[in-house]
């Protein structure tokens, strides 16, 4: 990945196999360089003592290791985690919270850590898109909606790094008139949600807005969810602001998006999950399958960072995985198929 080598390193020093794979893992997935993985005899025999920002240190039994602190304090400077949690079975959802507890740790001694999409970046996405595309035809068994029509289904998109150009890409190879709305959930620094929005606007019909306070969300719109504070929906279904920050260490928390939208819309909810950084989502993403809602992922060679889609589809709660061109042609199926069903059904009870 760009960039990456400009990223913290940490040291990894566990008795315990399974738990540096997992703790190697987990720190890969916010762009952190391992420079050392090792049990403490390994490292106590190592020529040059590793060049670390942090160490994780996590034993199961420190008495069995007592020379192992000395020599730490000895050979570095850099700040030492002890008595980390053991790492659960990937893809549970307490994996993921132990992933994000972790997080919270590296992040009280490296700083913020989640890549975003900087503002060159999206200028750089607009300049790539100067030539409108042809925007495909809407197929003959699906009835445009109603302009101005409220959403009865609606599809919450997630990214962060690397999201908004799989999300204009897929935005952009979506006919004009399907009947559903969008609600779109990307981490970003706040400061770029105006480049954000002219950006991932410019060539689709499905254009970005903010969100205003009782809102429904139309068919055709793209509600972009702002980072500062977190919205929900009322009994009605239209947005409200409330006066708390997203939970998590990041907003909009993708996770509590999706829980507080399929909180009204329960199975005509919908989610997919573009590229991006960390696990944001996978707490949620296996609920709303629960209700019966579809979860799809961008598939990971097309992603400028994999990490946000493949911690989804590690639950085992996925439906479809696509590039943004496949998963865009996957929901006019979907709705076609779907328009097919309601017709059959209504032709049945006449």
């Given at each position: 990945m760009a960039g990456q080598s400009s990223r913290p390193r940490v040291?990894?020093?566990?008795?315990?196999?399974?738990?540096?794979?997992?703790?190697?893992?987990?720190?890969?997935?916010?762009?952190?360089?391992?420079?050392?993985?090792?049990?403490?005899?390994?490292?106590?025999?190592?020529?040059?003592?590793?060049?670390?920002?942090?160490?994780?240190?996590?034993?199961?039994?420190?008495?069995?290791?007592?020379?192992?602190?000395?020599?730490?304090?000895?050979?570095?400077?850099?700040p030492v985690l002890f008595g980390l949690d053991e790492a659960p079975k990937p893809g549970c959802t307490e994996y993921f919270r132990w992933e994000r507890r972790l997080l919270g740790k590296l992040e009280q001694q490296l700083g913020?850590?989640?890549?975003?999409?900087?503002?060159?970046?999206?200028?750089?996405?607009?300049?790539?898109?100067?030539?409108?595309?042809?925007?495909p035809d809407l197929p003959h068994w699906i009835s445009p909606a109603v302009p101005g029509s409220v959403a009865e289904e609606v599809w919450i998109l997630g990214a962060s790094l690397g999201g908004p150009a799989a999300?204009?890409?897929?935005?952009?190879?979506?006919p004009a008139g399907l009947p559903v709305g969008f609600?779109?959930?990307?981490?970003?620094?706040?400061?770029?949600?105006?480049?954000?929005?002219?950006?991932?606007?410019?060539?689709?019909?499905?254009?970005?807005?903010?969100?205003?306070?009782?809102?429904?969300?139309?068919?055709?719109?793209?509600?972009?969810?702002?980072?500062e504070h977190e919205w929900k929906l009322n009994e009605q279904g239209a947005l409200t602001e409330t006066s708390s920050d997203w939970p998590g260490p990041y907003g909009p928390s993708i996770d509590q998006v999706l829980l507080n939208v399929a909180d009204h819309y329960g199975p005509?909810?919908?989610?997919?999950?573009?590229?991006?950084?960390?696990?944001?989502?996978?707490?949620?993403?296996?609920?709303?399958?629960?209700?019966?809602?579809?979860?799809?992922?961008?598939?990971?060679?097309?992603?400028?960072?994999?990490?946000?889609?493949?911690?989804?589809?590690?639950?085992g709660c996925t439906g479809f995985c696509g590039t943004p061109e496949q998963l865009a042609r996957e929901l006019v199926k979907t709705i076609e198929e779907s328009c097919l069903l309601k017709g059959r059904q209504k032709r049945d009870s006449a």
């Open positions: 040291g990894i020093v566990s008795d315990v196999v399974l738990q540096r794979h997992r703790l190697q893992a987990a720190t890969a997935k916010f762009g952190l360089e391992v420079c050392f993985s090792g049990d403490p005899d390994r490292l106590q025999g190592y020529p040059a003592f590793p060049d670390a920002s942090l160490w994780l240190v996590t034993l199961e039994d420190e008495a069995d290791h007592p020379v192992l602190f000395d020599h730490l304090l000895e050979n570095t400077e850099a913020h850590l989640e890549e975003l999409d900087s503002e060159a970046t999206l200028e750089q996405l607009a300049e790539e898109t100067l030539t409108p595309l042809a925007s999300v204009k890409t897929f935005l952009d190879h979506l609600i779109y959930a990307q981490h970003i620094d706040g400061n770029f949600t105006e480049v954000l929005t002219r950006v991932l606007g410019r060539h689709a019909h499905y254009k970005l807005k903010r969100p205003d306070e009782g809102y429904r969300v139309k068919n055709g719109d793209v509600v972009l969810m702002p980072v005509r909810c919908h989610a997919i999950l573009f590229s991006g950084m960390g696990n944001d989502g996978a707490i949620a993403a296996p609920l709303l399958k629960a209700y019966g809602s579809r979860i799809w992922v961008q598939e990971s060679a097309s992603c400028g960072n994999s990490s946000m889609p493949d911690s989804v589809a590690a639950t």
